[in-house]
């Protein structure tokens, strides 16, 4: 990896292509990531923050107490959702985020900042961000929908795989 050029937080999130994007996920052995890696577009960049390109974070996932979101995705639902907070524990820095389905397949992500003490509760502010994209995806009266925290992931928190490496890929297109 340390052969493609980086990308800064600030600049990959200003980007606004990457915001409706396509994101998928690939699990590999190590030695098939390897030659993966080994094998990218000279264009590819990697995230980077402070030097470091592997990242800390938090997230706090919010759905209903009955997990409408989780059943809107898992039954492939076009329309559906997924609202979390994300801290970055190195830089301390939270985000609410939602996203929805877009045409084609595409991930459409938007963001609010987020005070890093409020990561694990939905504020005023984060819910009244939260209705708008919910009635957009055809929720009846999105404001009375109630969101709680449902599934977290934290620092402590591991999971050991031996020699298996999870790739996010994010691009504006489907290729």
């Known amino acids: ?104 397949g595409t991930t459409v992500k938007d963001w609010l900042p987020y005070l890093a003490d409020d990561r694990d509760a939905l504020t005023r502010d984060g819910r009244e961000y939260a209705d708008a994209p919910l009635d957009g995806i055809g929720i009846p009266h999105p404001e009375d929908v109630y969101l709680v925290p449902t599934l977290g992931t934290d620092d402590g928190a591991v999971l050991r795989l031996p020699r298996t490496v999870i790739i996010e890929t994010k691009s504006g297109s489907r290729i």
Do not use: W
């Open 1 to 104: 990896m340390n052969h493609l050029e980086s990308i800064s937080l600030d600049r990959l999130t200003a980007a606004a292509v990457l915001q409706t994007r396509v994101d998928r996920k690939y699990i590999l052995r190590a030695d098939e990531a390897e030659t993966v890696l080994a094998g990218l577009d000279a264009g590819t960049r990697t995230l980077e923050i402070d030097g470091q390109r592997a990242a800390n974070y938090e997230s706090v996932y919010f759905d209903t107490p009955e997990l409408l979101s989780c059943r809107m995705a898992a039954t492939g639902r076009r329309r559906r959702f997924k609202l979390r907070t994300r801290s970055y524990v190195d830089t301390a820095e939270s985000y609410l985020e939602m996203k929805t389905r877009g045409a084609r």
